[in-house]
């Protein structure tokens, strides 16, 4: 378990928010990440778009940092593993690198279903304290806190001299949070500080709420 750093907060008992778009649970040792819609490049390169294909060495090696300094029994993907079809046998390769290191769960997600054939997803996954889903939380839900993905929640955060810069950001609400999304392809939308949540602003050096 690593120490405590400048971007990473407990924001709430055991449960660490990491500004590298990640939530872990210290006592159920649960890794939860959402959205990494992985291959993105490799559907644009489908379409004719030409782009380089960092993105995807991006979220692998980030994920392998996580998941060897947190050591976690379970690594939770709360949707959108895929972007589209195109990626399905890369994300089906990451996915059989990563179960070498730890358990890993696969949510379904809204673009999952283009691979649903190749890669087996878990419609939610449970504990006695919370519930994992990708699209949106449950209004009649029980006293357990609904993580869930699919919003890509951002922030803006701007300076005196004009200078602005969006975010991904963790949005946390009494009985619905809300993950970044992982994909470095994603830009966010932001999200409304209406003063019902916190919203943490995630980097890899530094964790902010607004």
């Not at 660490?16 to 872990?24: E, K, Q, T, V």
Request: with cysteine; aromatic share 8%; glycine share 8%.
């Amino acid at each position: 378990m690593p120490s405590t750093a400048a971007s990473q907060v407990f924001i709430a008992p055991n449960v660490l928010l990491d500004g590298r778009l990640a939530l872990f649970h210290e006592v159920e040792r649960w890794l939860a990440v959402a959205d990494l819609h992985f291959g993105y490049e490799l559907s644009q390169r489908a379409a004719g778009r030409l782009m380089p294909l960092w993105g995807m060495r991006s979220i692998e090696e980030r994920l392998n940092e996580l998941v060897e300094e947190y050591r976690p029994h379970r690594l939770l993907i709360v949707g959108d593993l895929v972007h589209d079809r195109a990626s399905g046998a890369a994300a089906a390769a990451l996915l059989e690198r990563l179960r070498t290191r730890c358990e890993v769960v696969a949510l379904a997600g809204n673009h999952d279903r283009h691979v649903a054939q190749a890669i087996a997803f878990e419609p939610r996954w449970e504990t006695p304290g919370y519930v994992f889903q990708h699209g949106h939380c449950e209004e009649d839900a029980s006293d357990r806190i609904q993580i869930i993905g699919h919003h890509h929640p951002a922030a803006s955060l701007a300076d005196g001299a004009g200078l602005r810069l969006k975010l991904p950001a963790f949005v946390q609400g009494e009985r619905c949070w809300i993950l970044p999304a992982f994909s470095p392809w994603a830009g966010g939308v932001v999200w409304p500080d209406d003063g019902d949540e916190r919203i943490w602003v995630c980097s890899p050096r530094r964790i902010l709420r607004l």
